[in-house]
Antibody, heavy 118, light 109 residues
């Protein structure tokens, strides 16, 4: 059974930093592109970043470029999102998601809530 | 930038009725890389359809996807009470790399 379990969410002040982790199991993690997708309270879904299976390529939405970094450790079957210079508009549930072959997200974690507030 | 527009915003139907949800892209979606998701309150999204028309594992056959280019449709042939949810479409390959539509809320009367 595929499982994605996020951790590391919480309350942080504007300008602060936070690191999210996602522990993967039940599939060959090192053979899969992975992504982070977020959802602000009461709003729709927004893709944040994704990373190639071997970590050699990364892509992100313009609004987080220069502030967020996606990374992975295939030896630990883990995905990370390092977030700096956090803003109120980054408040959201952050989902870890596995990327399927047609650019779809076939498995999702339960989400980690990040709240940016003073 | 590829923008996805979904209509209607809300759909209110009775059990057993047919639901037709539309997703329109501002530019052609390359490779028909268009997916549909179902999200219930407090839950993560669940993949329903990928590649515009392929059902994901374990998805009932009352869910079907169709379309190509800029116009895509998700059809729920016979609504069940548990189909009450928000449905999102998503494209891959444009700019930004992945974008989602704003969602259609399906209410079961």
């Amino acid at each position: 059974e595929v499982q994605l379990v996020e951790s590391g969410g919480g309350l942080v002040q504007p300008g602060g930093s936070l690191r999210l982790s996602c522990a993967a199991s039940g599939f060959p993690f090192g053979s899969s592109w992975m992504s982070w997708v977020r959802q602000a309270p009461g709003k729709g879904l927004e893709w944040v970043a994704n990373i190639r299976l071997d970590g050699s390529e990364e892509y992100s939405v313009d609004s987080v470029k220069g502030r967020f970094t996606i990374s992975r450790d295939n030896a630990r079957d883990s995905l990370y999102l390092q977030m700096h210079s956090l803003r109120a508009e980054d408040t959201a549930v952050y989902y870890c998601a596995k990327v399927g072959g047609s650019g779809h997200f076939d498995y999702w974690g339960q989400g980690a809530l990040v709240s940016v507030s003073s | 930038e590829i923008v996805l527009t979904q209509s209607p915003g809300t759909l209110s139907l009775s059990p057993g009725e047919r639901a037709t949800l539309s997703c329109r892209a501002s530019q052609s979606v390359s490779g028909n890389y268009l997916a549909w998701y179902q999200q219930k309150p407090g839950q993560a999204p669940r993949l329903l359809i990928f590649g515009a028309s392929s059902r994901a594992t374990g998805i009932p056959d009352r869910f079907s996807g169709s379309g190509s280019g800029t116009d895509f449709t998700l059809t729920i042939s016979r609504l069940e009470p548990e189909d009450s949810a928000v449905y999102y479409c998503q494209q891959y390959g444009g700019s930004p790399l992945f974008t989602f539509g704003p969602g259609t809320k399906v209410e079961i009367k």
